[in-house]
């Protein structure tokens, strides 16, 4: 089969709220374009994205997946991506392969918070969007209320391209406001052409009156035209809508249900017609090496003449199949078993045979084009954010960033069998989900899993039962607590030891201060002179940053402070570099006691979205959590309060928040900041730190 030309591939990234049938909608537009025999549902576990057993299981998407069809000579690639707050940072590689983000809205609630949440990630990577309101056939669905919060959150540019006939169960057709013409829909979802009802048309009019406005609006020329004439004839409007979506000065809009496929070819149309394809997106931009300048911008366009180009936005880890890197085409042509560089490691890759990805099915192809979606297994080296090229033309691309893990567990294998299993285990479906970080604590000797939530989390421990056989207990989660100092003062490390033979010497002044919140660790080097000799000062740094990462008052890592060498003194037999690292420890312990340490806490954004007669309930318990409202706002049917809450209160929030609106609420938190914690409540931390053992004697050195 020939590659498809870049000019006839569609990218488009499915973003939402969880429950706004985002799954469910690839599944149904696969059916109606003929690229499935059989119609998926999420109910049953049969949709083409949702192939993994937690998924099928939770009816909820846990990371990317694609699938791809061909609808009138073009091929549309679709990613799948979760909208549940723990998996919505996956959202975000996602929209950096696509060209354009698919936005689809829950008829029924309306606007959510991960719904703004990938909105904001899609102005990030500067995608062009549509929008799908979806589930119109269901009870309390409301096309226009849905619209009405849209344009009030994200902008005035968005515009119905297909307005609803009927509502809820007779929900049956669709009005095209582009083309002034009304559609039919059968259980099978094909469209027969029908009049436009008469008691719509004005809803029809204004719709389509702003659809010339926001066209006008898109050009100085089309501006005047429509100052002059009150309207733009179609031969205006038609070849510039595509123009304007893909400028992001416009939005459409389309009425659908997934479930019943009413409006999904009007959408399918729209998508061949107006999403704009990889040839008209801009140039992407990277380095000649990961170690360039990084203003350096070599610019590589969605040409299959340019030298090739990928990046490499998903990784799956398959029992049966390996490793599957997933990576779209940026520029130039690619061929199967070709030979690649992978610029981000420095190495050579063999790419073997070339796969498209339907789901969990790989399909051989011989080669592709810039702007496609293929996939490669069992390279050697290639991970998540790789960029490969052509060796004679190297380039690296940024990789996508993920939020720092908000949650942390301590996971203790069940076996000794377990434990020499886990490390293998975790590290492929590290491969596969990067928002998870995995490390072992040096003090507690603990094996530490972190995640954006404690759902996130308990996926993992059941995908390790599941897929490699490994058993893990999971402890509750732990507060990722820091210390810092609160003032300044100079101190002395010394450190002598003379046990026959040679000895050990090392001697060091510092001054120790606290730095503003976020600043992290400095270190300074003031000596002029002799005083402590230049190969033995980084020890110096060594041996406060260790002591440092055990603390000082609960033995959690102390952070935002300063220390500046300003004079020492040395042996020229007995010091070593052991020796002044050991000078440094000293420093630091002896400055516990003049720099005062405190605690300091990690405080959460919190949004929750709920029904505003349960928001005075909700503001009570946040403020019983030692919350801080930050601010309220109507969103459609729902209130949506804002407040910063630290962690350690937000730990069982789930559970009370169900509690409190009878499960109809949801929350999403992500980290702001540390605050120090306050006096009472950090006495019973260091009481439990020292009950643990966190806080370790003095070593004797």
């Known amino acids: 089969m020939k590659p498809f030309p870049t000019k006839a591939i569609r ?3 499915v973003i939402g709220h969880g429950d706004a049938g985002k799954t469910q909608l690839i599944s149904s537009l696969l059916y109606v374009a003929g690229a499935t025999p059989r119609w998926g549902h999420v109910d049953d576990g049969t949709t083409v994205t949702d192939y993994e057993e937690d998924s099928i299981a939770r009816k909820i998407t846990l990371n990317t997946a694609i699938a791809n069809l061909i609808y009138k000579d073009t091929k549309v690639n679709f990613i799948d991506t979760p909208g549940y707050a723990a998996f919505v940072a996956h ?14 809205v829950d008829g029924v609630n309306g606007i959510e918070v991960q719904t703004e949440k990938t909105w904001a990630y899609a102005n990030e990577f500067i995608r062009p969007r549509i929008m799908v309101i979806n589930k119109l056939d269901k009870e309390r669905s409301d096309f226009g209320a849905a619209l009405d919060g849209a344009r009030h959150t994200f902008s005035r540019a968005i515009v119905a391209f297909t307005l ?7 929900f049956k057709g669709v009005v095209d406001v582009v083309h002034m013409q009304a559609y039919e829909y059968d259980q099978q979802g094909k469209a027969s052409p029908i009049d436009i009802p008469a008691q719509g048309m004005d809803v029809v009019t204004k719709e389509r009156e702003k659809l010339i406005e926001v066209i006008a609006e898109s050009d100085d020329a089309l501006m005047e035209k429509y100052f002059d004439q009150g309207t733009l004839e179609d031969e205006d409007l038609l070849p510039n809508i595509a123009k304007a979506i893909a400028n992001g000065r416009l939005c459409p809009v389309f009425a659908v249900s997934s479930a019943t496929l009413v409006g999904l070819s009007a959408l399918l149309d729209g998508i061949i017609d107006y999403v704009p394809s990889p040839f008209a997106h801009e140039a992407e931009f990277g380095r000649s090496s990961v170690d360039a300048d990084p203003n350096e911008k070599i610019p590589r366009r969605y040409d299959p ?5 990928a990046y490499v936005f998903r990784t799956i880890a398959d029992p049966f199949a390996g490793r599957i890197n997933v990576m779209k085409v940026i520029s130039g042509h690619i061929k199967h078993d070709a030979t690649v560089l992978n610029s981000t490691r420095g190495t050579i890759e063999k790419l073997g045979a070339l ?11 011989d080669e592709a084009d810039a702007g496609d979606i293929i996939a490669c297994v069992k390279l050697r080296d290639t991970q998540t954010g790789d960029t490969l090229c052509d060796k004679a033309a190297p380039i690296v691309y940024n990789p996508v960033e993920y939020p720092e893990a908000a949650i942390a567990f301590a996971i203790e294998p069940k076996s000794r069998q377990d434990e020499e299993k886990i490390s293998v285990a975790l590290h492929k479906i590290l491969e596969e989900d990067p928002a998870l970080h995995f490390s072992r604590d040096s003090q507690t000797k603990e094996f530490i899993l972190s995640g954006s939530g404690q759902l996130h989390v308990e996926t993992v421990v059941e995908k390790l039962k599941k897929r490699y056989g490994v058993e893990v207990a999971l402890h509750p989660p732990k507060v990722p607590y820091k210390e810092t100092i609160t003032q300044r003062a100079e101190v002395q490390g010394r450190h002598k030891k003379q046990t026959g033979g ?4 090392g001697d060091c002044k510092v001054i120790f201060e606290p730095l503003p919140r976020g600043e992290g660790f400095q270190f300074e080097d003031k000596i002029f002179g002799g005083s402590v000799p230049q190969q033995f000062r980084p020890a110096i740094e060594k041996g406060i940053v260790e002591a440092a990462s055990s603390g000082a008052i609960a033995g959690y890592p102390l952070v935002d402070f300063k220390a500046t060498l300003i004079d020492g003194s040395y042996h020229t037999v007995d010091s070593d570099e052991h020796s002044f690292r050991a000078a440094g420890r000293k420093a630091f312990r002896a400055a516990i006691d003049k720099v005062k340490p405190t605690l300091l806490e990690p405080i959460m954004n919190v949004e929750v979205v709920a029904p505003q007669e349960c928001s005075g309930d909700i503001m009570g318990d946040l403020n019983s959590r030692r919350g801080r409202l930050q601010g309220m706002e109507v969103r459609g049917k729902q209130q949506v309060i804002k407040a910063q809450v630290p962690m350690s209160e937000m730990l069982n929030y789930q559970s009370t928040l169900n509690s409190i609106t009878a499960a109809r609420g949801s929350y999403h938190m992500e980290f702001s900041h540390y605050d120090p914690v306050p006096g009472q409540i950090a006495q019973k931390i260091v009481e439990q730190a020292r009950a643990e053992g966190r806080i370790r004697a003095e070593e004797e050195e």
């Open 91 to 104: 959202a975000r590689p996602a929209l950096r392969a696509a060209d354009c983000a698919l936005v689809v």
């Open 164 to 170: 609803p006939i009927g509502s809820e169960q007779n």
């Open 11 to 13: 990218n488009l990234a």
């Open 305 to 309: 003449s340019e030298a090739f180009s």
């Open 502 to 505: 040679r000895g050990q010497f």
């Open 355 to 365: 796969h498209i990805i339907e789901g969990k099915h790989l399909d051989k192809v």
